[in-house]
């Protein structure tokens, strides 16, 4: 299948910093890629559907200016948590989707952000 | 939008056994239905998908089934093995741009 690669894999900030976390589709191009907060034992929440060039589709409730997501190519797309508090500190995971027909989405592997 | 029920939230089966997962959707122009295992601390896998032009499909192990027009989707997993323990998600999608819904997860325990 194909490989989407997502960095760090953990990363500890202090309140008030931003953190940029980073995924990477490394053998497909991505058309669309997701955003996804997971909290303990609970499902996937979607943040934002972020496509090559555009601007992202914020979901309801998740602060386009506290969550900022750029897709910049069809292989990039980065998550910027800015002025991060300890209540962002979660499991965050993007997925990317190759095409625009059915095709699969693949994830990434996860970043587990603590604020401290 | 589209809603996905998954049941049960939880599973333990012995080694051996089967294991079944089912999940519903509302939105009927959904077309595409993946489920994905999640491992403690990793993103989530894909492990079979079915689309809405076919009723059951199969992968070793694993099967998965679609009624459409109960809109109704299950995941089978025979000759279950420790190792087939992790959380299970179901999720449907229109495909494209849409984005994917995800059931609320099983937690699969198999049983040595």
């Known amino acids: 299948g194909a490989v989407v690669s997502q960095h760090p894999s953990r990363v500890i900030c202090k309140s008030g910093t931003s953190v940029k976390i980073e995924c990477r589709s490394l053998?497909?191009?991505?058309?669309?890629m997701f955003w996804y907060r997971q909290f303990p034992k609970q499902s996937l929440m979607l943040m934002a559907t972020?496509?090559?060039?555009?601007?992202?589709?914020?979901e309801q409730g998740v602060e386009k200016d506290k969550f900022l997501i750029n897709h910049a190519s069809l292989t990039l797309s980065t998550l910027t948590v800015t002025s991060a508090h300890p209540e962002d500190s979660s499991f965050y995971i993007c997925?990317?989707?190759?095409?625009?027909?059915?095709?699969?989405?693949?994830f990434g592997q996860g970043t587990r952000l603590t604020v401290v | 939008g589209e809603n996905v029920e998954q049941h049960p939230s939880t599973l333990s089966v012995q080694e051996g056994d089967s294991a079944v997962i089912k999940c519903t959707y509302s939105?009927?122009?959904?077309?595409?239905f993946p489920w994905y295992k999640q491992e403690l601390g990793k993103g989530p896998q894909l492990i079979i998908d079915?689309?809405?032009?076919?009723g059951e499909k199969k992968d070793q192990r694993i099967a998965v089934t679609l009624n459409k027009t109960a809109k109704h989707f299950s995941l089978h997993i025979t000759e279950t093995q420790p190792e087939d323990s992790a959380v299970y998600f179901c999720?449907?999608?229109?495909?494209?741009?849409?984005?994917?819904?995800f059931g609320i997860g099983t937690k699969l325990q198999v049983i040595p």
């Open positions: 053998d497909f191009q991505a058309t669309t």
């Open positions: 999720a449907a999608s229109q495909g494209g741009y849409q984005k994917v819904t």
């Open positions: 972020s496509n090559e060039g555009s601007k992202a589709t914020y």
């Open positions: 939105d009927s122009a959904s077309n595409y």
């Open positions: 997925s990317a989707r190759q095409g625009l027909g059915n095709t699969e989405a693949f």
């Open positions: 079915i689309r809405s032009n076919v």
